[in-house]
């Protein structure tokens, strides 16, 4: 089980630290992601764990403004998210794999049920 905390409504240029709980399964051995998704657009990217080592991949969109991070010790991802933009307002969901691709929601297996960010302008 994966559950998601940490969203909430800040103006632009602000920051929220997203928060993601793993339970029932073995942290460690899953590849982690954040993805987003705004209202009447699809499931979009966001960042992710490679499966080997702690390489990560970003959206060209939020590279250089948010950051992923895992403590396996608390079985918790992390997405810190800075200079914020009002479109990224979005439900941001995390995800877990246990195949080396990552950049598609059918790569992954378990999902949390999202925490909304509201970026106002």
């Known amino acids: 089980q994966l559950v998601e905390s940490g969203g909430g409504l800040v103006q632009a240029g602000g920051s929220l630290r997203l928060s993601c709980a793993a339970s029932?399964?073995?942290?460690?051995?899953?590849?982690m992601g954040w993805f987003r998704q705004a209202p009447g657009k699809e499931r979009e990217f966001v960042v992710a764990f490679m499966m080997s080592g702690g390489s990560t991949a970003y959206a060209d969109s939020v590279k250089g403004r948010f950051t992923i991070s895992r403590d396996n010790a608390k079985n918790t991802l992390y997405l810190q998210m800075n200079s914020l933009k009002p479109e990224d307002t979005a439900v941001y969901y995390c995800?877990?794999?246990?195949?080396?691709?990552?950049?598609?929601?059918?790569?992954?297996?378990?999902w949390g049920q999202g925490t909304q960010v509201t970026v106002s302008s």
């Open positions: 029932g399964r073995t942290f460690s051995n899953y590849a």
């Open positions: 995800a877990a794999r246990v195949r080396g691709g990552y950049l598609l929601p059918d790569d992954y297996d378990y």
